[in-house]
């Protein structure tokens, strides 16, 4: 743990993707094998599911510390932070002895289904034996809420620095849910033997917001433009014999989508296809919603399988006949997909992706302006030449998304942040007027204000707290800020009856007063607006 720690550290003090880069190279150079499985997965976001209760480290901690719980609850929403509370108010110890990262983390996989007592006791002892750093490090751990300030790219940039093998591949073999118990640093990144990962995806290749104009992109001639669709990005497998459906989120989804489990026979072996998972009835997608519902539900029958049905709308063939695709040029590896789908027994599941056939760019931009009423959030843009990347890439492939919906809505309650800014109001709910006059909350967000934009806010709201309730502070209706957002449902979880679908503040909305933010009838009008 100290080495990891040490890491956590270095990556935490520091805004230079070479330092962090450099650290990680280290970590790599002087930890065992098993401690860098261990490592690499908690680098890339593979987080160990949280054992024991917040509320029971609280009580835990405050106990152990010799001080009052409400007193310990109002220093956590000071800080801010779970973790770095505890870290700082538990009695400091001399580290009696060192742990090692599979260690730890194996002990608190096999704390699920222990009594609490024992659950402290372990606990409590880990903490003991480590320093405020590690402790810190640990109780992230511990609530399932660890993250350090690198991305996947800097991790695969270490790694080919230290095994000193192809980016690519690297990508490739840390992609799905490997397990590091499970693993060695061979088993995870030699060349694997056919059929032995037969389960495991490619890198998703991403497409950067466009930022510029699209006559800057050149002759239209040489991109393909296609529909834009809000659904799950997934991957299609079919290997020896084997289906395999992936999430671009690395979700093992082949149980919950059994529609295409007839691929199985239907697509040759060794074929990946790339696409967006959605629902689709009456030959046209539904909404996001509908997904999201589905997903849920830990059972699906037969109504629900009538009622949401799932196709693929396919883009790109990654792998045919067992031959990677990934460094032809798109325009061949689209003719092969066309040719593939072409099959009458595959048109109930898998759909070809639309190609848009645009003369000029005046036309895609109104075709992007109007999108929603083609169910759709824009457009994609790909170059006909290029090759299928990994990662988040700029040049060959771009998203040009419509502009979202908005709504004025009136502040009511703020939160206190995270990290940086605990000691900042940062999270806000937002409310619009409903038909008796009073104030209905409608939205959560917490991203879109300038840090100056934000200081400011956290002053007025310290100095005009009406009532507290814990860390939410609720204020007088009197700032207005238009809410953006990608698309409208009703919901029966929210009190407001309508979910929003990302919501961030677009801008502060001096010029208005709150009685002149949006109603709770503007929402439902949106709402039908979409369903249309």
Same mark, same amino acid.
Not at 38 to 49: E, H, M, S, V
């Given at each position: 743990?100290? $080495?990891?720690?040490?890491?956590?550290?270095?990556?935490?003090?520091?805004?230079?993707?070479?330092?962090?880069?450099?650290?990680?190279?280290?970590?790599?150079?002087?930890?065992?094998?098993?401690?860098? @499985?261990?490592?690499?997965?908690?680098?890339?976001?593979?987080?160990? *599911?949280?054992?024991?209760?917040?509320?029971?480290?609280?009580?835990?901690?405050?106990?152990?510390?010799?001080?009052?719980?409400?007193?310990?609850?109002? /220093?956590?929403?000071?800080?801010?932070?779970?973790?770095?509370?505890?870290?700082?108010?538990?009695?400091?110890?001399?580290? %009696?002895?060192? #742990?090692?990262?599979?260690?730890?983390?194996?002990?608190?996989?096999?704390?699920?289904? @222990?009594?609490?007592?024992?659950?402290?006791?372990?606990?409590?002892?880990?903490?003991?034996?480590?320093?405020?750093?590690?402790?810190?490090?640990?109780?992230?751990?511990?609530?399932?809420?660890?993250?350090?300030?690198?991305?996947?790219? $800097?991790?695969?940039?270490?790694?080919?620095?230290?095994?000193?093998?192809?980016?690519?591949?690297?990508?490739?073999?840390?992609?799905?849910?490997? @397990?590091?118990?499970? %693993?060695?640093?061979?088993?995870?990144?030699?060349?694997? *033997?056919?059929?032995?990962?037969?389960?495991?995806?490619?890198?998703?290749?991403?497409?950067?917001?466009?930022?510029?104009?699209?006559?800057?992109?050149?002759?239209?001639?040489?991109?393909?433009? %296609?529909?834009?669709?809000?659904?799950?990005?997934?991957?299609?497998?079919?290997?020896?014999?084997?289906?395999?459906?992936?999430?671009?989120? %690395?979700?093992?989804?082949?149980?919950?989508?059994?529609?295409?489990?007839? @691929?199985?026979?239907?697509?040759?072996?060794?074929?990946?296809?790339?696409?967006?998972?959605?629902?689709?009835?009456?030959?046209?997608?539904?909404?996001?919603?509908?997904?999201?519902?589905?997903?849920?539900?830990?059972?699906?029958?037969?109504?629900?399988?009538?009622?949401?049905?799932?196709?693929?709308?396919?883009?790109?063939?990654?792998?045919?006949?067992?031959?990677?695709?990934?460094?032809?040029?798109?325009?061949?590896?689209?003719?092969? $997909?066309?040719?593939?789908?072409?099959?009458?027994g595959l048109r109930h599941v898998l759909l070809l992706s639309e190609l848009m056939p645009?003369? &000029?760019?005046?036309?895609?931009?109104?075709?992007?302006?109007?999108?929603?009423?083609? &169910?759709?959030?824009?457009?994609?843009? *790909?170059?006909?030449?290029?090759?299928?990347?990994?990662?988040?890439?700029?040049?060959?492939?771009?998203?040009? *998304?419509?502009?979202?919906?908005?709504?004025?809505?009136?502040?009511?309650?703020?939160?206190?942040?995270?990290?940086?800014?605990?000691?900042?109001?940062?999270?806000?709910?937002?409310?619009?007027?409903?038909?008796?006059?009073?104030?209905?909350?409608?939205?959560?967000?917490?991203?879109?204000?300038?840090?100056?934009?934000?200081?400011?806010?956290?002053?007025?709201?310290k100095h005009h707290t009406v009532e507290r309730f814990g860390p939410v502070r609720s204020?007088?209706?009197? &700032?207005?800020?238009?809410?953006?957002?990608?698309?409208?449902?009703?919901?029966?979880? #929210?009190?407001?009856?309508?979910?929003?679908?990302?919501?961030?503040?677009?801008?502060?909305?001096?010029?208005?007063?709150?009685?002149?933010?949006?109603?709770?009838?503007?929402?439902?009008?949106?709402?039908? /607006?979409?369903?249309?």
């Amino acid at each position: 743990m100290k $080495l990891f720690t040490q890491l956590f550290v270095a990556v935490d003090q520091t805004t230079k993707t070479n330092d962090k880069v450099a650290a990680i190279v280290n970590y790599l150079q002087h930890a065992d094998d098993r401690s860098k @499985l261990y490592a690499i997965a908690l680098l890339i976001g593979n987080r160990p *599911k949280r054992p024991v209760r917040t509320s029971d480290l609280k009580f835990w901690a405050a106990d152990i510390s010799r001080i009052p719980y409400w007193l310990f609850e109002e /220093s956590y929403h000071i800080v801010g932070d779970l973790a770095e509370a505890i870290a700082l108010m538990l009695p400091p110890h001399a580290p %009696e002895k060192e #742990h090692r990262l599979p260690d730890v983390i194996g002990q608190l996989a096999g704390l699920h289904g @222990l009594s609490d007592d024992r659950k402290r006791e372990i606990i409590t002892t880990y903490w003991r034996d480590m320093d405020t750093d590690q402790r810190f490090v640990f109780t992230k751990l511990i609530t399932g809420n660890f993250r350090i300030g690198v991305s996947r790219q $800097l991790v695969i940039k270490a790694l080919v620095i230290h095994l000193g093998i192809d980016e690519a591949a690297v990508a490739h073999r840390l992609m799905g849910k490997w @397990l590091p118990a499970k %693993e060695t640093m061979t088993s995870l990144f030699a060349e694997s *033997k056919k059929g032995a990962r037969d389960f495991q995806p490619y890198p998703f290749y991403l497409a950067y917001q466009l930022d510029s104009p699209p006559e800057s992109l050149g002759d239209i001639g040489d991109w393909y433009i %296609e529909r834009k669709l809000d659904g799950i990005r997934g991957q299609i497998i079919v290997r020896n014999g084997q289906l395999f459906v992936w999430s671009r989120g %690395e979700d093992l989804l082949t149980d919950k989508f059994p529609e295409f489990a007839p @691929l199985r026979n239907l697509l040759p072996d060794g074929t990946v296809i790339d696409g967006e998972i959605i629902p689709w009835k009456d030959e046209r997608p539904l909404s996001f919603q509908v997904m999201q519902t589905r997903i849920g539900r830990k059972s699906l029958s037969p109504k629900i399988l009538q009622e949401a049905p799932l196709v693929m709308v396919c883009f790109d063939l990654l792998e045919w006949k067992g031959e990677d695709m990934r460094d032809t040029p798109m325009y061949y590896r689209r003719k092969l $997909l066309e040719t593939l789908l072409s099959s009458p027994g595959l048109r109930h599941v898998l759909l070809l992706s639309e190609l848009m056939p645009f003369n &000029h760019w005046g036309e895609v931009a109104v075709f992007r302006q109007h999108a929603r009423d083609f &169910h759709c959030e824009g457009v994609m843009l *790909k170059r006909k030449g290029s090759t299928y990347g990994s990662g988040r890439r700029r040049g060959n492939w771009w998203k040009w *998304k419509t502009n979202p919906l908005t709504v004025d809505g009136v502040l009511i309650y703020a939160q206190s942040g995270h990290g940086r800014r605990a000691n900042l109001y940062t999270d806000y709910t937002f409310a619009v007027w409903g038909d008796d006059g009073t104030l209905v909350p409608f939205a959560k967000a917490y991203s879109g204000l300038t840090d100056k934009e934000i200081a400011e806010l956290d002053r007025w709201i310290k100095h005009h707290t009406v009532e507290r309730f814990g860390p939410v502070r609720s204020v007088p209706p009197h &700032h207005v800020f238009e809410i953006a957002f990608e698309g409208i449902q009703a919901s029966s979880r #929210h009190k407001s009856g309508v979910a929003l679908r990302f919501p961030r503040i677009l801008r502060w909305r001096r010029d208005k007063s709150p009685e002149s933010a949006n109603t709770h009838a503007d929402l439902l009008e949106l709402i039908q /607006s979409a369903n249309a």
